[in-house]
């Protein structure tokens, strides 16, 4: 029910917007969660939007460069990342869950995910 698209390859420096669409009812009172995973590397944790309230939190290693956002009309949730980093290289996933605020960033607690898209920061 989720789809995210708008990987790619970019230059360090560059920027990237990504999309998650939910084609169901997964967002509704939820929490949407982005999160990636680099080859051989636990998944990590990127930053999370109140569907209802709009609010957002980050990540340390993101906050300041990547920004999340959503259109209620369009069922779509963005994630706007700039000045990108080599380490920044990815598949990132979206997701849909309602963990607690505080648990927010734990993948096992989101119950729908979209199949991810690459993104390449090359140096």
């Known amino acids: 029910q989720l789809q995210a698209s708008g990987g790619g390859l970019v230059q360090a420096g560059g920027s990237l917007r990504l999309s998650c669409t939910d084609s169901g009812r997964s967002f509704r009172n939820s929490f949407i969660g982005w999160f990636r995973q680099a080859p051989g590397k636990e998944r990590e944790y990127v930053g999370v939007i109140n569907w209802s309230g709009g609010a957002t939190y980050y990540a340390a290693s993101v906050k300041g460069r990547f920004t999340i956002a959503r259109d209620i009309a369009k069922n779509t949730v963005y994630l706007q990342m700039s000045s990108l980093k080599p380490e920044d290289t990815a598949v990132y996933h979206c997701?849909?869950?309602?963990?607690?605020?505080?648990?927010?960033?734990?993948?096992?607690?989101?119950?729908?995910w979209g199949q991810g898209t690459q993104v390449t920061v090359s140096s």
């Open positions: 997701a849909a869950g309602r963990p607690a605020l505080s648990a927010s960033d734990q993948a096992s607690l989101y119950r729908y």
